[in-house]
């Protein structure tokens, strides 16, 4: 199985700031990796596909890059709306794998 | 517009089986994908399988050991997931998503919690 390794676990900053999460692919799976935005008691919902599409009604302040194996979700402008956790997935290959997730809190 | 409706809570005891449903509309049930995921507490996300509602193929996780089953009702635009031998370890939120044209899942079902108690 493809392994996510998703970093950090928690993230806290202000609104405003700008972050950044990152998610490494254990073998390569070209651009087939998605973003997701997760509130508590809720169906995530998609941000980002292909590494760096932007999902239809998303905020332009997400965006996403690749660079080999490693992907990064950027929040350019924290939003108080942005406290959520995020996982990445890989949909390269079966079993569909995710990372750990991260947890963003606006302080 | 596009929803997944899936099936309420179920509570069931080790050993026993649960079947869950997922009503689709808004869309061409034909034209995506099924898939059931599933998160744990504190475990990540854990991909189970999917199903063409066209074609009735299907693919499942190894890690189920052949205890899952995805099923579809085209009629009722419907997709069917069941899980048997439960244990304590199944116990989790359990989602349905749609997939389609190389774009991963962007829609998804509200979710229905399995409790094996």
């Known amino acids: 199985d493809i392994q996510m390794t998703q970093s950090p676990s928690t993230l806290s900053a202000s609104e405003g700031d700008r972050v950044t999460i990152t998610c490494r692919a254990s073998?390569?799976?070209?651009?087939?990796l998605a973003w997701y935005q997760q509130k508590p008691g809720k169906a995530p919902e998609l941000l980002i596909y292909e590494a760096s599409n932007l999902q239809s009604g998303v905020p332009l302040r997400f965006s996403g890059s690749r660079s080999g194996t490693e992907f990064t979700l950027t929040i350019s402008s924290l939003q108080p709306d942005d406290s959520a956790n995020y996982y990445c997935?890989?949909?390269?290959?079966?079993?569909?794998?995710f990372g750990q997730g991260t947890k963003l809190e606006i302080k | 517009q596009v929803q997944l409706v899936q099936s309420g809570a179920e509570v069931k005891k080790p050993g026993a089986s649960v079947k869950l449903s997922c009503k689709t509309s808004g869309y061409a049930f034909t034209d995506y994908a099924v898939h059931w995921v599933r998160q744990a507490p504190g475990r990540r996300f854990e991909w189970l399988g999917w199903?063409?509602?066209?074609?009735?193929?299907?693919a499942y996780s190894q890690n189920l050991q052949g205890r899952v089953t995805i099923t579809r009702d085209s009629y009722a635009k419907t997709v069917y997931m069941e899980l048997n031998n439960l244990d304590f370890e199944d116990t989790a939120v359990y989602y349905c998503?749609?997939?389609?044209?190389?774009?991963?899942?962007?829609?998804w079902g509200q979710g229905t919690r399995v409790t094996v108690s």
């Open positions: 199903i063409n509602p066209g074609t009735v193929n299907t």
């Open positions: 998503a749609r997939l389609c044209c190389g774009q991963p899942f962007d829609m």
């Open positions: 073998q390569s799976i070209n651009s087939w």
């Open positions: 997935q890989q949909y390269s290959g079966y079993p569909y794998t």
